[in-house]
């Protein structure tokens, strides 16, 4: 498109956006202030109805005031002036003082008077119908001034429609009391009311009911109920104004609608319209001045410009000048500057061909392997080391070469996914692909650029690689050097943090020993005095005697005080095992054997033929292992199998445990119990440490101890259901050869 178009364009568009911005604004702005003065002027009709209600209401307050202040209505409602509805309540009276109804209550809140009256025939009627069901509905409202000189009135909705009603107090004509009873005066909102009022105001009044505002489409029902009016547009020729008229105690009564012809919004849109057609035409003469103008000034210097740039360019590799433009002004300047530019370029031209051959020569010479495509990758220029080390003697003669022939297939789709993630923002990128080549496989590092237009459109692919298969064959190497070194460590250090768990449990089991130790040996002594003295008092007593039998069961109570501080002992120090060189494979089966016997358990008891022997104490080992076995029967209360097995084992102190490395004899014991919760198992070998209810917590405590008096190592396993197992390592004897 011309210059001369895209001004033409540029100028219609600006000004048929300017013409339907000011369009917008009339009808955004203007059309909206005479749409709410409009709103305004309905609202101050239907205010003048309003108003007219009002007045109605005063003027029937002060005809209840003179009539319910008055002395002979005073007496009437005491039933002394039989002759006031003859004398005062006639038809004149009704017609006079614009009433459809008038009701008179004695003291007590009975009726003793009530007249209705048709004001169109001026003759008496009956009460509007549903009245006195109202009246009585709010009658706290409508008796609310007994004894008090104050009127009560408002507006009442009945089935034949809505009433204007005043109450007050029957009083004195010096508004004396007591009150005698209460005056009621009715008047009704008819056609006739309505008529009334729009004859006044000029405009339709109409009434609705809640109900019928809504079914007509009036949806602002929460601003009537707030008190507030409303205004309804019903099409160009008519808005109506609503205006909630609530009942004497309060609630919603019914609604006051005026329709109002919408002269002031025609008004409004005629003015508008004729204001658009005016700057239309304004606007039409002003942008044809304006084109005649640029075409004189800017355009055509512009073409002649045009012109000498197109016919710039000749054969023979020089460009051509363009003539001078005449004139001082910029595009005078821009023509001389354009030639000194062509000028530039020729110059520019020559030195980029002499830099091509130059560069070209030092990427030939690279041992970099460089090749260019175009988007489809089809290769545009590679270098001599690229050629050397992919393309075959029969791809060498052929015009195009595709990049992907060159690549293995499960290669392909990596590389796709790697060249999509290039763009302007991020153009340079790097990945390393496997290439079969001269046999076997080698790693390839690509250091790949997307080159992009200014558009942002991918235009080539520049590749320089080169060959990393020594380097990557390192780092896999070392990696799985190091992932082994990694395993090894993490192996080592779990295993030393069991190994301090366990030397920080021994430490404390034997604390907790030399404290027991000092405890038990000191009462000891105390038993054995006690013990001295109740043997003396028995001498001294005859065989009679009843005191005899209470100082043996004493006797017989301390005996079992020092069982339990022998115990204590054998905890603290081990009870000094004697040891002689032994076989436990034979203790070990009838320990087990005899301590299973009567229960429901099944024992499965497995020695290694060749079992090594020990240096122990047969006696405090057969007490580990009938500890242990007890434990166990008493953990399968409903039976099951103890696992029993007695094995040669070798420590070569690998894994982290507190002992020696060397040879031991492993013995395991498993059953098939309950098992131990984890929060539990570190205390298993607590002293009076227990989960049984009778139970004295030094079993797994005295046989901890034993074995570590014999520098061996007791250890516990349990899963909770499943089932516990002990674990007991004794140091084989160095003469492996026992007595049987």
């Known amino acids: 498109m011309r210059i001369q178009s895209k001004v033409m364009l540029i100028g219609t568009v600006m000004f048929v956006t ?8 009339s009808t955004i702005t203007l059309q909206h202030s005479y749409d709410v003065l409009e709103q305004g002027d309905t609202i101050a009709e239907m205010d003048r109805g309003v108003s007219a209600l009002q007045s109605d209401l005063d003027v029937m307050n002060r005809n209840l005031m003179d009539w319910a202040f008055w002395d002979d209505t005073y007496q009437f409602a005491q039933g002394k002036n039989p002759a006031y509805c003859a004398n005062n309540l006639m038809e004149e009276t009704f017609s006079t003082l614009n009433l459809n109804g008038l009701l008179i209550y004695d003291q007590g809140g009975d009726l003793v008077y009530a007249q209705g009256f048709n004001l169109k025939t001026e003759e008496y009627a009956d009460l509007p119908e549903g009245l006195n069901t109202s009246i009585a509905a709010h009658h706290e409202t409508l008796f609310s001034g007994t004894d008090q000189l104050q009127t009560v009135n408002g507006t009442l909705f009945l089935p034949g429609g809505p009433v204007l009603i005043a109450s007050a107090p029957i009083l004195t004509s010096t508004f004396e009391g007591p009150s005698t009873g209460t005056m009621m005066m009715i008047r009704s909102i008819d056609q006739r009311w309505l008529a009334s009022i729009s004859s006044k105001s000029g405009i339709p009044v109409s009434i609705l009911t809640p109900e019928a505002a809504l079914d007509s489409g009036l949806s602002e029902m929460t601003l009537l109920s707030r008190g507030e009016p409303v205004t309804v547009p019903v099409n160009d020729s008519i808005i109506r104004g609503y205006q909630l008229i609530r009942s004497i105690d309060g609630s919603d009564g019914f609604i006051l609608s005026v329709e109002k012809t919408r002269t002031i919004s025609r008004t409004g849109a005629a003015t508008v319209d004729g204001f658009l057609k005016i700057f239309g035409l304004f606007g039409v003469i002003y942008a044809l001045l304006i084109i005649h103008l640029v075409r004189r000034i800017f355009l055509k210097p512009l073409n002649t410009l045009t012109t000498g740039v197109l016919s710039a360019e000749q054969g023979d590799g ?28 020729d110059q520019a031209q020559t030195a980029i061909e002499a830099s091509e051959k130059r560069y070209r020569s030092v990427v030939e010479d690279q041992t970099e392997l460089i090749c260019r495509t175009n988007s489809k990758l089809t290769i545009t220029f590679m270098n001599r080391a690229f050629t050397d080390h992919f393309v075959t003697d029969q791809v060498k003669g052929q015009e195009s070469v595709e990049f992907f022939s060159m690549m293995p297939e499960p290669a392909k789709e990596k590389v796709l996914l790697f060249l999509r993630g290039l763009n302007p923002t991020k153009p340079v990128g790097e990945t390393e692909i496997r290439f079969p080549y001269q046999g076997s496989t080698h790693w390839m590092a690509w250091t790949v650029r997307g080159l992009f237009d200014a558009a942002g459109e991918l235009t080539e692919y520049q590749f320089v690689g080169r060959d990393v298969t020594t380097q990557k064959q390192a780092l896999i190497e070392l990696k799985e050097y190091r992932d082994h070194l990694e395993e090894l460590v993490n192996q080592r250090t779990e295993e030393m943090m069991g190994m301090q768990d366990e030397l920080l449990n021994i430490e404390r089991l034997e604390s907790v020993g030399v404290l027991a130790g000092g405890i038990a040996h000191d009462f000891n002594n105390l038993l054995s005095a006690i013990l001295g003295n109740i043997e003396l008092v028995r001498m001294d007593l005859d065989e009679n005697s009843p005191l005899d039998e209470r100082m043996a069961e004493m006797e017989r109570v301390v005996h079992r005080a020092t069982a339990l501080t022998r115990q204590l002992l054998t905890f603290a120090k081990g009870g000094a095992p004697i040891r002689k060189l032994a076989h436990l494979g034979p203790m070990i089966s009838d320990t087990v054997e005899f301590t299973c016997r009567g229960s429901p358990i099944r024992c499965s008891c497995r020695v290694q033929v060749d079992l090594w022997a020990t240096e122990v104490d047969l006696d405090q080992i057969s007490q580990v292992i009938n500890n242990i076995t007890l434990n166990a029967v008493q953990a399968m209360p409903n039976g099951g199998t103890l696992t029993v097995t007695a094995e040669n084992w070798e420590y070569t102190g690998v894994e982290a445990m507190p002992i020696a490395a060397g040879r031991y004899v492993k013995i395991t014991i498993a059953d098939e119990g309950v098992g131990i919760a984890s929060e539990q198992l570190s205390r298993v070998f607590d002293p009076f440490f227990t989960t049984k209810i009778t139970g004295s917590g030094l079993g797994l405590s005295t046989s901890f101890s034993i074995i570590r008096q014999h520098n061996g190592l007791l250890q516990v396993a349990s899963t909770p259901g499943e089932g516990t197992t002990f674990t007991i390592l004794i140091p084989a004897a160095r003469d492996l050869q026992a007595e049987e």
Do not use: Y
Not at 18 to 25: D, G, P, Q, V
Not at 325 to 342: A, F, P
């Open 318 to 345: 020089r460009r051509k000048r363009i003539e001078p433009i005449r004139g001082d002004d910029e595009l005078t300047i821009l023509g001389t500057t354009i030639n000194r530019m062509l000028e530039t370029i």
């Open 18 to 25: 300017i013409l339907l911005a000011l369009t917008l604004f």
